[in-house]
């Protein structure tokens, strides 16, 4: 089982090679798997900073959660780039966003997974019970299946509301562009609507929402 942890902070945007130079040197030079870290993602949105932490541990279950040994060396040296997003800011563990849905299917489909997406948006303060009773109505029904998504978190950090998506083989990128013109998925938007909206001023399709991943790291053993 995988657990996974979702950082939110500012970037300064265009900086997201010199925030992946500083990681992979790390992740090259540690090994990130002896403290249960076994993956990496970061991915940026406007001026948003996520990283998705893997572990084969939960964290919660730790007496002292820990990271990297390198941890305070790669905090200083991305201080110039990222930047905590909370205003009321005060430990790390503040950019750490909350999970407050997640959803994987009854029985695991056939093909493997073979694609991930992290979409962003605005988030009212307290909605997160809004958007988790929407969610699990529209799982309960065929929508997610036929899109292909096999697991989806919901996360929040103040007014940032993230959504980890997984997706099958099957069906294609083009099925499941067309899923969003089906009135099933066309209800969920609207429903969702005063809830959320866009993270972006320059949003103009349901793509501009998606943040763009600029470095993964996976453990070899």
């Known amino acids: 089982m995988t657990f996974r942890s979702v950082i939110v902070c500012h970037i300064v945007p265009g900086s997201e090679d010199k925030v992946a130079e500083v990681f992979g040197r790390y992740d090259r030079a540690t090994r990130p798997q002896d403290f249960g870290v076994i993956g990496r993602t970061l991915l940026s949105l406007d001026d948003l900073y996520i990283h998705v932490i893997e572990r084969n541990v939960d964290p919660k279950t730790l007496e002292r959660p820990r990271g990297l040994p390198a941890f305070q060396q790669i905090a200083e040296e991305i201080a110039p780039y990222v930047t905590p997003y909370p205003k009321d800011w005060k430990v790390p563990s503040d950019s750490v966003a909350k999970e407050f849905y997640s959803w994987v299917p009854a029985t695991e489909p056939e093909s493997a997974v073979t694609e991930e997406a992290v979409i962003v948006q605005r988030l009212r303060p307290g909605a997160e019970p809004d ?10 029904g065929p929508l997610p299946g036929e899109m292909g998504v096999r697991g989806r978190w919901l996360y929040s950090l103040d007014d940032v509301y993230l959504h980890l998506l997984e997706y099958s083989a099957l069906p ?5 562009t067309r899923s969003h013109e089906k009135p099933a998925f066309a209800q969920l938007m609207a429903d969702l609507s005063p809830f959320v909206g866009h993270y972006s001023p320059q949003w103009q399709s349901h793509q501009d929402a998606v943040a763009k ?4 790291w996976r453990a070899s053993d």
């Open 131 to 140: 958007i988790a009773r929407l969610f699990a109505e529209s799982d309960a």
């Open 172 to 176: 294609s990128v083009e099925a499941r």
């Open 213 to 216: 991943e600029f470095y993964r």
